[in-house]
């Protein structure tokens, strides 16, 4: 796990990226965004590892996350930036059941 404390920020090169939450992670968090300060070669699963450290309800859900960066998706060993935006989304399912049509 590479994410640390902001006091222990002097000691090792750190970024901050910004989290979104997709709508059922945010209404579980309480929040729709997090700022996250990580050591310098974070990659995704870092950041999920430190959402998990805040916000154990978390927890069971990120596992699944799809993440995206930059309007792409990303696997969890993509490496993180300074300032970089990463989004956490859940997966969608759905078909077996057809609609009547009207």
Request: hydrophobic share 45%; no cysteine.
């Amino acid at each position: 796990m590479r994410f640390v404390s902001a006091s222990a920020q002097w000691q090792n090169r750190m970024m901050k990226i910004q989290v979104r939450l997709s709508a059922g992670l945010a209404y579980a968090a309480g929040q729709t965004r997090l700022t996250l300060t990580l050591t310098d070669g974070a990659v995704v699963s870092d950041a999920i590892e430190a959402i998990v450290a805040e916000q154990s309800s978390l927890s069971g859900r990120l596992t699944r996350t799809l993440p995206m960066l930059g309007g792409r998706h990303v696997t969890h060993d993509t490496p993180l930036t300074d300032g970089a935006e990463l989004l956490l989304l859940l997966p969608a399912a759905g078909g077996g059941q057809r609609l009547p049509r009207m």
